[in-house]
């Protein structure tokens, strides 16, 4: 059992049901403000999924992450992107808070200055999710296929433990790879090569 399995609690899951649903979207942005040490997502099905801050291992992965991601998108210009304390809302209702995400910045200049404060009403144009030793993988590989449902175009799951990555994109099955060195952005992050060596490490 790793360091992180023993400090971290496991996510808990509010059934809400109608209850979530008579929240507006600026009542969920208020909870979600004042619980600013957590990190809240709601599902479809109207569940509350409520996470405790990352251990040590995790955090350092997602900005080894985001920061490769950030650095090609302030090269790039073409788009946005986000870490994981960002919450969008999906076409159907869910709101997540993928590990990082990009939006092309057309897509991001349609929104009103108060839906780009709160949670953006968009599928991002890319997610990234990382796995941590309490994430059960079933529920990460139903989270990616939720995100390509409501419109992304590209997302990638990686699993740093087994040094495994899953591909996502619209109308294809995951593909499934153990050990890449790099992910390529392809059409939709052109350019962009994710390194993947310092997160196997």
Known sequence: MSTEQLNLAQSVV???????????????????QRNRELRIESTRDGDLVIMPPTGGETGHRNALVTAQL???????????AFDSSTGFR?????????????????????LSAVQRAQFPPLAPDFVLEIRSSSDPL???LAKMAEYIETGVRLGWLLDPDAKQAWVYRPGAEPLALDGPAELDGGDVLPGFKLQLAPLWG
Do not use: I, Q
């Open 90 to 110: 999906l076409l159907n209702g869910a709101k997540r808070s993928p590990d990082c995400a990009w939006v092309a910045r057309k897509r991001w200049d349609e």
């Open 14 to 32: 509010l059934h809400m049901g109608p209850l979530l649903e008579r929240l507006s979207d600026d009542d969920f942005y208020d909870f979600c």
């Open 138 to 140: 079933a529920d990460l």
């Open 70 to 80: 950030v650095n090609w998108s302030l090269a790039d210009g073409t788009g946005l």
